[in-house]
């Protein structure tokens, strides 16, 4: 069975701090990892990586994947209140004929001014 | 404006009572998806659709039915409405082949309580 956990569950940083979200995973036929930020309403995708090494980055996010230990980071720097969100791993594997994206539970980053 | 519009977005029914949550995408997706999401267990997939008359069952399907009628409608219908499906829950499309891009979109959420 696929799997995909984050950590922390939950974090509180002030402004201006630097975090970093983990995201490990265990799945049938690795296609791609992928981040989504759900602040109030539907998640809104971030980055998607697929090859180990290669940082993607937006602003003040990036993300890396490790293929070797099976994980990802997701680095926020300088950080804002409208960071305040729920940030999603999820990882997207052939374990079946559908494309199947397996989610993680989430970690929940409040950003206090 | 591209979009994937779920109704209800909130709703509050009783143990038993058939209620059916619409979905409908704008975007000629082939590619259709249900999720609930409940706290610290992410996203867990229901049911999918590759494309017309072509459903599957995802990680969660007991209690659930689903339809693909059209290409654009993908309806999560709950025969017997029990507690334990009180949860928040997404709809969202992409073209086949999405976890080459990322581009999954999600529906707004609807908040179901079960009683």
């Known amino acids: 069975e696929d799997k995909v956990v984050q950590s922390p569950l939950s974090l509180v940083v002030h402004e201006g701090d630097t975090v970093t979200l983990n995201c490990s995973y265990e799945?049938?036929?690795?296609?791609?990892l992928l981040w989504y930020k759900q602040e109030k309403k539907a998640p809104t995708f971030l980055f998607m990586l697929?090859?180990?090494?290669i940082e993607k980055k937006s602003g003040r996010l990036s993300s890396i994947l490790d293929k070797k230990e099976l994980s990802s980071i997701l680095n926020i720097t300088a950080t804002q209140t409208g960071d305040s969100a729920i940030y999603l791993c999820?990882?997207?594997?052939?374990?079946?004929?559908?494309?199947?994206?397996?989610f993680g539970g989430g970690t929940r980053l409040m950003v206090k001014p | 404006e591209a979009q994937v519009t779920q109704n209800p977005r909130y709703l509050i029914t009783v143990t038993g009572k058939k209620l059916t949550v619409t979905c409908s995408q704008n975007?000629?997706?082939?590619?259709m998806s249900w999720y609930r999401q409940d706290p610290g267990l992410g996203l867990r997939q229901i049911y999918y659709?590759?494309?017309?008359?072509?459903?599957d069952k995802g990680d969660v399907p007991e209690g659930y039915k689903v339809s693909r009628k059209e290409k654009r409608n993908f309806p999560l219908i709950l025969e017997s409405p029990s507690p334990n499906q009180t949860s928040l829950y997404f709809c969202?499309?992409?073209?086949?082949?999405?976890?080459?891009?990322?581009?999954?979109?999600f529906g707004e959420g609807s908040r179901l309580t079960v009683l």
């Open positions: 969202a499309s992409s073209f086949i082949g999405f976890a080459n891009t990322g581009e999954l979109f």
């Open positions: 799945v049938t036929n690795f296609r791609s």
């Open positions: 697929t090859s180990s090494g």
């Open positions: 999820a990882v997207g594997g052939d374990n079946n004929a559908g494309n199947m994206l397996t």
């Open positions: 975007m000629n997706h082939e590619y």
């Open positions: 659709s590759m494309n017309v008359e072509v459903t």
